[in-house]
């Protein structure tokens, strides 16, 4: 069935840093793809989604282009802030169900 | 209301005892999802309504989890004679359409079976 892998945390860094939490998919059809974040005691929240090949979705900073060559959909910022901190997850669909990799904790330190 | 609220937040059985966790949707969101997240685990898809109508249950870990959305809007998940593989948060979402349109999730109800 259709599968995300992403990158294991936990990831700490410096504010102002660059962050990249790397996603790969395994997928029979052409799925679109999704960044969802969990801040602290908060509900999961949607990041940025792409729905074809080479579509860059972006958002707060954030940025994931959906390659369909390397099965990726790696998320990058170029500047992190304290307020990042979170747990991303890497998802996918065909249509309804998201299927979520297991998640990378992102602590930024000031 | 603003978001998809969930009640209980925290929820403690002993094993062996029925629980009903409630989900309240955004109104007018025909999609509603149950997802069983593990600790340190991405969440895993349970259930999936549109209205009231159960569409797709194939994650239902057995028959002892049923779920509900009688008039198309609240929706209860039960899990009868709980185990303690059943301690998870259990997650409820919903949306307009197809997960292109984003789903909003709730807080989720944290069960731990004792």
């Known amino acids: 069935g259709d599968s995300v892998t992403q990158m294991e945390g936990p990831v700490t860094l410096s504010e102002e840093a660059f962050l990249t939490i790397n996603c790969t998919y395994t997928a029979t059809g052409y799925p679109s793809l999704f960044w969802y974040v969990q801040y602290p005691g908060e509900g999961l929240q949607l990041l940025l989604k792409?729905?074809?090949?080479?579509d860059k979705g972006s958002n707060k900073g954030f940025e994931a282009t959906y390659r369909k060559e390397t099965t990726s959909f790696h998320l990058e910022k170029g500047s992190v802030q304290v307020s990042d901190s979170a747990v991303y997850f890497c998802?996918?669909?065909?249509?309804?169900?998201?299927?979520f990799g297991a998640g990378t904790t992102v602590t930024v330190r000031a | 209301g603003a978001g998809v609220s969930q009640s209980p937040r925290y929820k403690v059985a002993k094993r062996g005892q029925d629980v009903a966790l409630r989900c309240d949707p955004i109104s007018g969101h025909v999609s509603l999802f149950w997802y069983q997240q593990a600790l340190g685990q991405g969440p895993e898809f349970l259930t999936y309504?549109?209205?009231?109508?159960?569409?797709?249950k194939s994650g239902l870990p057995s028959d002892r989890f049923f779920a509900e959305r009688p008039e198309g809007s609240v929706s209860t998940l039960k899990i009868q004679r709980t185990q303690q593989e059943d301690s998870a948060v259990y997650l409820c979402?919903?949306?307009?359409?197809?997960?292109?349109?984003?789903?909003?999730f709730g807080s989720g109800t944290r069960l731990t079976v004792v």
């Open positions: 998802a996918l669909s065909d249509d309804y169900k998201l299927s």
């Open positions: 309504f549109q209205n009231e109508a159960q569409l797709d």
């Open positions: 792409a729905t074809k090949a080479d």
């Open positions: 979402a919903s949306g307009l359409g197809g997960a292109t349109y984003g789903y909003t």
